[in-house]
């Protein structure tokens, strides 16, 4: 006899909950959010398996975890670097990940941290703030003594850059480009 679709739950989704709550915790930048997403993504599996029960319910569990941050980061355009770290520590198998997507997709990681330090030291502390930490324009602004619009200009010549560079088009910036940067700093000093 099958179970019911709330028997199933209970038993094969809930006692993953806290780690799924750590889990989100950790990765997801805004903690007040995090019972919303739990709900979401509860929400997502039912759905899913009202069509269909998952036969590992717990890898199907943080996939859908996952998937919904990364979503939602894209959505909020945060760059979700540690959405992209391996599942290992929680012991689950997916096995739609092989080890060649892995590798791949570590390399890509390395690859990007190193272009990232190609940046100039105002592009990254502006990328790094905007995108990573999540800091409104304003409050960028107001740490690094330069002008809002400064803090744009800085952020799409820093995503521009990395974009181009990790797609085969990087550009070597000459020393008239960095003088050039360094005064559009000065000119822009609240």
């Known amino acids: 006899m099958q179970d019911t679709l709330e028997v199933w739950f209970r038993r094969e989704i809930l006692p993953h909950e806290a780690a799924l709550v750590r889990f989100l915790r950790r990765k997801w930048v805004n903690a007040s959010e995090v019972e919303d997403i739990r709900h979401d993504i509860y929400v997502r599996i039912l759905e899913a398996a009202e069509r269909e029960r998952p036969t590992t319910p717990k890898a199907f569990l943080f996939t859908i975890a996952k998937n919904l941050l990364i979503d939602r980061a894209r959505h909020n355009r945060i760059v979700a670097i540690d959405l992209l770290e391996d ?13 060649e997507r892995k590798a791949s997709g570590h390399e890509q990681l390395r690859r ?14 502006v990328v790094w703030m905007r995108r990573i930490e999540g800091l409104p324009q304003k409050e960028i602004a107001r740490r690094l003594e330069i002008a809002e619009g400064t803090v744009e ?4 010549l820093g995503i521009k850059a990395l974009a181009d560079a990790f797609y085969g088009r990087w550009v070597q910036k000459d020393e008239g480009a960095a003088r050039q940067e360094s005064q559009l700093d000065a000119s822009h000093v609240e």
């Open 87 to 99: 599942f290992d520590e929680l012991g689950v198998l997916i096995d739609e990940v092989s080890p």
């Open 112 to 125: 990007l941290a190193g272009l990232f330090d190609r940046l100039s030291k105002r592009q990254r502390q």
């Open 153 to 156: 200009k800085h952020l799409v």
